[in-house]
Antibody
Framework: DVHLVESGGDLVQPGGSLRLSCAASGFTFSSYAMTWVRQAPGGGLEWVSTISNNGRNTHYADSVKGRFAISRDNSKNTVFLQMNSLRAEDTALYYC?????????????WGQGTVVTVSS | QSALTQPPSVSGSPGQSVTISCTGTSIDVGYYNRVSWYQQPPGTAPKLMIYEVTNRPSGVPDRFSGSKSGNTASLTISGLQAEDEADYYCSSYRSDDTVLFGGGTKLTVL
C-alpha cells in the first residue's frame, strides 16, 4: 500500500524558515513526481509545488515562488519543502501527494498532512 | 493565480442527483482536458474521484461522473448516499505549468 507521512510542521515567527519532509513507501518512489498541497484553516486546497521523478523539473505557485524550494532524495524515498520568509498567510495544513499515472497534475495518494503555523 | 469558481454549497436528498460546476478560463479548463475532482470528508485528506475530465480511478463508484463544456467542468453524483456528504474540489492544469484548485463546494445530503 502507498504510504505518505509528512513531518516538520511547527510554530514559526514571520520571516522564519521551516523544512517539511514527506517519507514515502509502498511504490517505486524514483518513478513518480511528487506534490505539496496546502489547506489554510477552514479554507480550500491550494497547490504549492511539484517536483519531477528525477528532481530536474520543479513547478511553483506564484504565492510561494522565490520563497519555497522543493527537492527530493530518491535514495531515502523522501521529498522536502524548504520554506523561507514565511508569512502569516502560509499558515496551513501541508499535504504531500503522489502523482497519478496519467499526469503530474493529478494527485492520487495523499498523506495526512503536517501543520505549519506562522505567528509571532 | 485566481482559483477556479465553484458554488459554495449544494444539497440533495438520498437517491437524487446533484451537479457541481467548476468554471475556469481559456488557459486552463477551457483548453486542456486535465480537470480532476477531489472528495474531502471532514477531517480527512482529499481523495481523487475523477481525472482527465471523465475518468474514475479504480474503486470510485460509477455514480460519480465528470464532464466539460467550454470553460466549465462539472461533477455529477447520482443516487446520492449519506456517505457522499463532503467537500468537493475541482482542479485544472494551466498553461503556465501550474495547477489551480476551485474554492470547494460543500455537499449536504438532506
Amino acid at each position: 500500500d502507498v504510504h505518505l507521512v509528512e513531518s516538520g510542521g511547527d510554530l514559526v515567527q514571520p520571516g522564519g524558515s521551516l523544512r517539511l519532509s514527506c517519507a514515502a513507501s509502498g511504490f517505486t518512489f524514483s518513478s513518480y513526481a511528487m506534490t505539496w498541497v496546502r489547506q489554510a484553516p477552514g479554507g480550500g486546497l491550494e497547490w504549492v509545488s511539484t517536483i519531477s521523478n528525477n528532481g530536474r523539473n520543479t513547478h511553483y505557485a506564484d504565492s510561494v515562488k522565490g520563497r519555497f524550494a522543493i527537492s527530493r532524495d530518491n535514495s531515502k524515498n523522501t521529498v522536502f519543502l524548504q520554506m523561507n520568509s514565511l508569512r502569516a498567510e502560509d499558515t496551513a495544513l501541508y499535504y504531500c501527494a503522489k502523482r497519478h499515472d496519467s499526469g503530474w497534475y493529478y494527485s492520487e495518494y495523499w498523506g495526512q498532512g503536517t501543520v505549519v503555523t506562522v505567528s509571532s | 493565480q485566481s482559483a477556479l469558481t465553484q458554488p459554495p454549497s449544494v444539497s440533495g436528498s438520498p437517491g437524487q442527483s446533484v451537479t457541481i460546476s467548476c468554471t475556469g478560463t481559456s488557459i486552463d479548463v477551457g483548453y486542456y482536458n486535465r480537470v480532476s475532482w477531489y472528495q474531502q470528508p471532514p477531517g480527512t485528506a482529499p481523495k481523487l474521484m475523477i481525472y482527465e475530465v471523465t475518468n474514475r480511478p479504480s474503486g470510485v463508484p460509477d455514480r460519480f461522473s465528470g464532464s466539460k463544456s467550454g470553460n466549465t467542468a462539472s461533477l455529477t453524483i447520482s443516487g446520492l448516499q449519506a456517505e457522499d456528504e463532503a467537500d468537493y474540489y475541482c482542479s485544472s492544469y494551466r498553461s503556465d505549468d501550474t495547477v489551480l484548485f476551485g474554492g470547494g463546494t460543500k455537499l449536504t445530503v438532506l
